[in-house]
Nanobody, 115 residues
Framework: QVQLVESGGGLVQPGGSLRLSCAAS????????MGWYRQAPGKQRELVAR???????DYADSVMGRATMSRDIAKNTVFLQMNSLKPEDTAVYYC?????????WGQGTLVTVSS
């Protein structure tokens, strides 16, 4: 069974930066894509960024220019670097891996942007 383990969340001041990590229990190239989603209190889960198996990335409009998703294939890990954080970025961030139509989720990591 595939496991995804996120880390790197925490409390950050507005304007600050954070890097989230997601370690997979098997080769990330075995997934069609991997993504970062977030869910704020009272809101639906939304896509933040995604990387496909060929390395292509796309981002939500709300984080465009502030977020960078990358990967370390040798370490089976993907990252989400977020800069210029805003209070509205506060949410639980979830790592996702997709194999065809099957979604696998991590347990989530809380990011709080507050002064």
């Amino acid at each position: 069974q595939v496991q995804l383990v996120e880390s790197g969340g925490g409390l950050v001041q507005p304007g600050g930066s954070l890097r989230l990590s997601c370690a997979a229990s098997r080769s990330i190239l075995s997934f069609n894509s991997m993504g970062w989603y977030r869910q704020a209190p009272g809101k639906q889960r939304e896509l933040v960024a995604r990387i496909t198996s060929d390395g292509s990335t796309d981002y939500a409009d709300s984080v465009m220019g502030r977020a960078t998703m990358s990967r370390d294939i040798a370490k089976n890990t993907v990252f989400l670097q977020m800069n210029s954080l805003k209070p509205e970025d506060t949410a639980v961030y979830y790592c996702n891996a997709r194999i065809l139509v099957v979604d696998i989720w991590g347990q989530g990591t809380l990011v709080t942007v507050s002064s």
